[in-house]
């Protein structure tokens, strides 16, 4: 038995450290691709060649993001079998349709364009060029749609029957399945922090190119344009993350137990818990910094309303406090943040001094990683929170794993580890090689790659010579 | 369409994904395979880039392969993953080197000999990995009840190391012949010389291969040389005899596509052969089609959506290839 809790820990881990790297990746490419299109879509309405220049300094960095996508994403399509067969089996002929279907209408949407997208504007023209991209960003988005059709379904499972050998099958329709309690609040969430992680990244960007020089194009449309989806984004997330927050509570109210840190029941309203430190043994809050009644107020819209605690939920139900709890506070921490530099830039805006306030040019480098710090706490959140279970109330982690051994799933962790951190620590090393390149008025051809000039800088040849005037500006 | 039926389409559309994934991804990989007898400089760089533009909608077909045997088939999915462990990881440690290998090579020139060398490592456990899950995937696998219940090597045998061979010679056969079709001069010249030779291993490989099948399970042994059936089995190695020598003609002439086309013909026989030793199971000699399938409502929902989709990928994928028809020059995409 022993034996048995390390090799289900393992598999734990592996499938936590996985999971997180991969999903920084569609959590940028999603943004990125969607930023690249309406790059794209302005130059071809406008013909100013910043636009241009932009999408091909930004399409360098979106091939790099979107292979190492590619291929962590590829082994999460497989560990569902290799080390969660029994969960696999028990929920393939639910949530296997959907899958299939994102391998149907996103995967080979995004694969089969990309190539146009990435080495084919001289090929095929500058408007099936633009099809291409935004071919590449739909399906990024329709890959969000059914790959959290999925995890919503793990979250609030309806529409299910179990047949004689244990499966959940499919009882309902699909559209309820599919479109299940928590899925809308999760889908609008992940997608809106996905455009706030790209939107800090490229701000980051832009903000360090105008701190060297405050007068480069490239490097004041790209900060103007994220600060503007901050201005707008970080509010709109804020609104929904409360929604997504109430949804969680009426469906998965010991989440939002250990989010708030609420050991116990009150029955005259609750507070908001701000900091403290949670003490599992105790089964309380040590040191805790609390405003009374305030959440109540924020989850009931009533000071007084009653809110029960861990204590009205069995211990085995429990999941682990302090990792939902401290993850749920990093990232609505940092959305404040966010919300804080976009309303600065929109003082900025208004006084005219957008591209001359070197202390906020400052902070929006510093805060340049916090999306993907906040996609991550928030998964964190939700996928921790969802713990002991797989299947949510129906299927435990533990029942859910692989017949494998110890030693084998020790093997592929380390396996996992080592080559995860050479790779993507080298792909994450080139992003920052290139997004240390000063963005120019002809962005140019990697010099020691003649043979791509056509290639991963596709708008080179045709962008030359056309508009070098409005590259200019 | 009764259930009995639509298992069996099913069964066809995880076939056929398999098919395309080996024949597509099969020339990518062989490529890796074939790479540091390549130039360095731009021999190097144009092998990379005729595949370029595709390897990412290829390797695709292999996660509908995957994800359609979980959606479908659930049963063997959670079967065969686990009991396949070592090597699929192997194999899916072994494309993230590869994938990332055609980004990175570029980006840092300082170490472009690391990733080439990447490029190839990756390349070659893939292969090798997925050669050895089809043999241990024909040998047999332990199960009990509704799961795996064998050790985690059990997939090593002498019999999967000979798969696992044979298959890297394989995908090294189609991707020479790629090369040839795609590439002129000095590189062109190289694969001719390469493809008689690899097209040599591969039959031998082969024929290997085949000699052992009928005696893994009594069950083989019945479905390819028992009296009449053998006189419909004995056409497949019939059939790869004249196609192996139509393929060396075609060399010996210096045609340009159609020992890709031939090499391509090879594999489909052998996979052809694959299927008349496993039908109607999908782990041979334990479990059906039919006692792994997912419910009525499962299969039907994706059918609806497969019938629809997969035609129209092959319709755009197909579009991308041919936007980068002909040869690929030294100076890219012109």
């Not at chain 1, 790099?64 to 029994?86: D, H, L, P």
């Not at chain 2, 076939?15 to 990518?28: C, E, H, N, Q």
């Not at chain 2, 026989?269 to 499962?298: F, K």
């Amino acid at each position: 038995m022993m034996e048995n809790d390390l090799a289900i820990n393992l598999a734990r881990i592996q499938f936590a450290f996985t999971v997180s790297f991969h999903f920084l990746f569609p959590a940028f490419t999603i943004g990125i691709a969607s930023y690249l299109a309406v790059l794209e879509g302005l130059w071809l309405k406008t013909d100013n060649g910043v636009y241009a220049n932009l999408y091909r300094y930004w399409l360098k960095i979106f091939s790099i993001v979107f292979a190492m996508g590619v291929v962590s994403g590829i082994v999460m399509s497989y560990q569902f079998g290799t080390n969660w067969s029994v969960f696999s089996d028990k929920a393939g002929p639910v949530i296997g349709p959907l899958m299939a279907y994102e391998v149907l209408t996103a995967f080979f949407l995004e694969a089969g364009f990309l190539g146009v997208m990435l080495f084919g504007i001289n090929k095929v023209g500058r408007k099936l060029h633009f099809v291409a991209t935004l071919a590449v960003a739909i399906g990024t988005f329709i890959s969000a749609f059914w790959i959290l059709s999925v995890n919503s379904w793990m979250q609030t499972p309806v529409g299910f029957a179990i047949n004689d050998v244990g499966q959940y099958v499919p009882a309902a329709g699909w559209w309820d399945i599919v479109w299940n309690p928590s899925f809308p609040y999760r889908l609008v969430h992940t997608v809106l922090a996905a455009y706030l992680t790209t939107a800090f990244a490229v701000g980051a960007v832009g903000a360090w190119h105008l701190l060297k020089d405050k007068t480069n194009p490239g490097a004041r449309k790209m900060f103007s344009m994220a600060m503007w989806m901050a201005a707008i984004v970080a509010p709109t997330q804020i609104f929904m993350g409360d929604l997504h927050g109430l949804n969680t509570l009426e469906h998965q109210p010991a989440k939002v137990m250990a989010m708030e840190g609420h050991y116990e029941s009150h029955p005259d309203g609750a507070p908001l818990i701000l900091f403290g430190i949670p003490n599992s043994k105790e089964k309380r809050i040590d040191y805790a910094i609390e405003i009374p009644n305030a959440s109540s107020l924020i989850l009931k819209h009533d000071m007084n309303a009653p809110l029960a605690g861990l204590d009205t939920i069995p211990d085995e139900d429990e999941p682990p406090v302090g990792i939902v709890f401290w993850a749920f506070r990093i990232m609505v921490g940092l959305g404040f943040a966010m919300l804080g530099i976009g309303m600065w830039s929109l003082l900025a805006r208004s006084r005219k001094k957008l591209y001359d306030w070197p202390l906020l040019h400052r902070a929006a480098v510093v805060m340049g990683p916090s999306g993907f710090i906040a996609v991550l706490a928030g998964w964190v959140t939700t996928e921790v929170g969802r713990q002991p279970f797989t299947i949510y109330g129906l299927l435990r982690t533990s029942e859910s794993a692989a017949p494998l051994d110890a030693p084998a799933v020790a093997a592929s962790l380390l396996a996992f580890v080592v080559v995860y951190f050479i790779v993507f620590g080298a792909g994450i090393v080139y992003i920052f090689k290139l997004a240390a390149k000063t963005p120019e008025a002809h962005e140019p051809t990697p010099d020691d790659a003649p043979i791509r000039t056509a290639g991963i800088t596709p708008a080179a040849a045709v962008l030359e010579g056309d508009h070098e005037e409005g590259a200019a500006t | 369409m009764s259930g009995t039926e639509l298992t069996v389409i099913w069964a066809g559309i995880i076939a056929f994904a398999v098919v395309v994934y080996v024949i597509m991804d099969g020339f990518d990989l062989g490529i890796g395979i074939l790479f540091p007898n390549f130039k360095v400089g731009p021999d190097r760089d144009t092998a990379m880039n005729s595949i370029a533009p595709v390897w990412d909608g290829n390797e695709t077909w292999l996660v509908l392969g995957g994800g359609g045997l979980l959606a479908a088939f659930p049963l063997a999915y959670a079967i065969i993953l686990p009991a396949l462990y070592a090597p699929l990881i192997a194999m899916l440690l072994g494309l993230v080197l590869r994938g990332v290998a055609f980004e990175f090579r570029w980006r840092d020139p300082a170490h472009r000999a690391r990733w080439d060398f990447g490029f190839t490592a990756g390349s070659v456990i893939a292969t090798f990995a997925q050669g050895v899950t089809l043999g241990a995937l024909l040998q047999g696998i332990t199960v009990e009840g509704r799961a795996y219940a064998g050790g985690w090597w059990e997939w090593l045998t002498p019999f999967s190391l000979l798969t696992g061979f044979a298959l890297l010679a394989g995908y090294a056969l189609l991707g020479c012949c790629w090369l040839i079709w795609k590439t002129e001069g000095r590189l062109q010249r190289q694969c001719y010389s390469y493809a008689g030779r690899l097209g040599i291993l591969l039959l031998l490989a082969i024929i290997a291969v085949s000699a052992a099948t009928p005696f893994l399970e009594e069950e083989y042994y019945t479905r390819w040389l028992a009296y009449p059936g053998v006189i419909a089995t004995a056409q497949i190695p019939l059939a790869t005899l004249v196609i192996s020598v139509l393929f060396f003609r075609s060399l010996s002439k210096k045609q340009e596509a159609a020992p890709f086309f031939y090499a391509l013909g090879l594999f489909g026989l052998s996979l052809v052969g694959l299927a008349v030793s496993m039908w109607p199971d999908v782990i041979p000699g334990r479990i059906t089609i039919w006692e792994a399938a997912a419910p009525y409502e499962s299969q039907m929902f994706m059918l609806i959506g497969a019938a629809i989709m997969v035609p129209v990928i092959l319709a755009y994928t197909g579009w991308a290839y041919w936007v980068f028809r002909g040869k690929v020059g030294t100076d890219g995409y012109h």
